[in-house]
Nanobody, 122 residues
Framework: QVQLVESGGGLVRPGGSLRLSCAVSGITFRIYVMGWYRQTPGKQRELVADISTGGNTSYVDSVKGRFTISRDNGKNTVYLQMNSLKPEDTAVYYC????????????????WGQGTQVTVSS
């Protein structure tokens, strides 16, 4: 069984910080690209940050300089450190794992967590 279990969400004031964690089991964690997505009601799910198997990171422009994604392959866990939070960051945050095999045929392995609510409000 594959499980991605998020934790660390909650209610914070603008300017505050949270650290999200995603504990992964049932897959070979170190060979998956890991990411964090977020979604608000009525909007499409948005990729916030991802981290490659080699540790390279990328971020959506709106969170650059404020959020940091990291991974601990020994603990099968990916993190999202969120600083200087804004009300616009309010969303359900989802952990995501993906492995794309291109040879000999293209096969995609993709898994999602259940999500954790982050609310930024005064």
């Amino acid at each position: 069984q594959v499980q991605l279990v998020e934790s660390g969400g909650g209610l914070v004031r603008p300017g505050g910080s949270l650290r999200l964690s995603c504990a992964v089991s049932g897959i070979t964690f170190r060979i998956y690209v890991m990411g964090w997505y977020r979604q608000t009601p009525g909007k499409q799910r948005e990729l916030v940050a991802d981290i490659s198997t080699g540790g390279n990171t990328s971020y959506v422009d709106s969170v650059k300089g404020r959020f940091t994604i990291s991974r601990d392959n020994g603990k099968n866990t990916v993190y999202l450190q969120m600083n200087s939070l804004k009300p616009e960051d309010t969303a359900v945050y989802y952990c995501h794992a993906v492995r794309l095999v291109r040879m000999p045929n293209q096969v995609k392995y993709e898994y999602w967590g259940q999500g954790t609510q982050v609310t930024v409000s005064s």
